[in-house]
Nanobody, 115 residues
Framework: QVQLVESGGGSVQPGGSLRLSCAAS????????MSWYRQAPSKERELVAF????????NYRDSVKGRFTISRDNAKNTVYLQMSSLKPEDTAVYYC????????WGKGTLVTVSS
């Protein structure tokens, strides 16, 4: 019973901050690379941030560099996405993804950035 459960989404004003969490269970979390993806209305799902299994390497799409930080706590089986200086174009459903022997996806959490 593999599960990835996102939380922390909500509505914020431009310039605000949110921290998303993804709690994993049912697999060996520390053996899996983790990513955050997002999908805005009428757009394709896109990679936002990546973190390797031990948390030693990270990558971000250009549009979020300097604003978003991905991290993980393998003891808690949780990956995070700290989002700052949010912009309306960050509005999307954010999904947690695990990649290793298998590939797993969470159901997503909605982030809305508007005034």
């Amino acid at each position: 019973q593999v599960q990835l459960v996102e939380s922390g989404g909500g509505s914020v004003q431009p310039g605000g901050s949110l921290r998303l969490s993804c709690a994993a269970s049912g697999f060996t979390f520390s053996s899996y690379h983790m990513s955050w993806y997002r999908q805005a209305p009428s757009k394709e799902r896109e990679l936002v941030a990546f973190i390797s299994s031990l948390g030693l390497s990270t990558n971000y799409r250009d549009s979020v560099k300097g604003r978003f930080t991905i991290s993980r706590d393998n003891a808690k089986n949780t990956v995070y996405l700290q989002m700052s200086s949010l912009k309306p174009e960050d509005t999307a459903v954010y999904y947690c993804k695990a990649a290793g022997t298998m590939e797993y996806w969470g159901k997503g959490t909605l982030v809305t950035v508007s005034s």
